[in-house]
């Protein structure tokens, strides 16, 4: 049986206190774990690009939004 959000929500409110700050305390880390592997992913996208000639490098303002808009 699925479980709603609503009702989540409403038996989370019902639990102790150390239960809610336990629950706080691992839904935190996972989600700290999950943007890890974001970043994680990003860079390994952004070397396998470096390594094709695909990232444009530069410190000039016209190139950079002559980039950005697919010029």
């Known amino acids: 049986m699925k479980t709603s959000f609503s009702n989540l ?33 990003s860079s390994r996208q952004n070397r396998e690009e470096l390594k094709a000639g695909q990232l444009l490098f530069s410190n000039r303002m016209r190139e950079l939004r002559a980039s950005l808009k697919g010029e």
């Open 9 to 41: 929500v409403d038996e989370l409110r019902s639990r102790p206190r150390q239960e809610k700050e336990d629950l706080k305390f691992l839904l935190e880390r996972a989600l700290i774990e999950e943007r890890r592997q974001e970043i994680l992913a």
